[in-house]
């Protein structure tokens, strides 16, 4: 029986990529487009939704802290 192979749509660049261990750039299909998507991680284009109650509660965790 031959192994189903799952394809993945690269998060970059939309090109197809096949989801294996081999592949050590999975979901990418490149190093180049692994380091864009860091780079937009690094420049804050993308942001993980907060509550504006735990940015407060966070801030004065830290306060507490130092």
Same mark, same amino acid.
């Given at each position: 029986m031959?192994? @189903?192979i799952t394809k993945v749509a690269c998060p970059t660049c939309g090109k197809e990529v096949e989801w294996r261990p081999e592949n050590?750039?999975?979901p990418f299909c490149s190093q180049r487009c @692994?380091?864009?998507d860091l780079g937009a991680w690094g420049n804050e284009a993308y942001k993980v939704p907060a509550e504006?109650?735990?940015l407060q509660q966070d801030a004065q965790q830290q306060d507490r802290n130092t």
């Open positions: 031959a192994e @189903k050590a750039f999975r @692994k380091l864009i504006h109650d735990e």
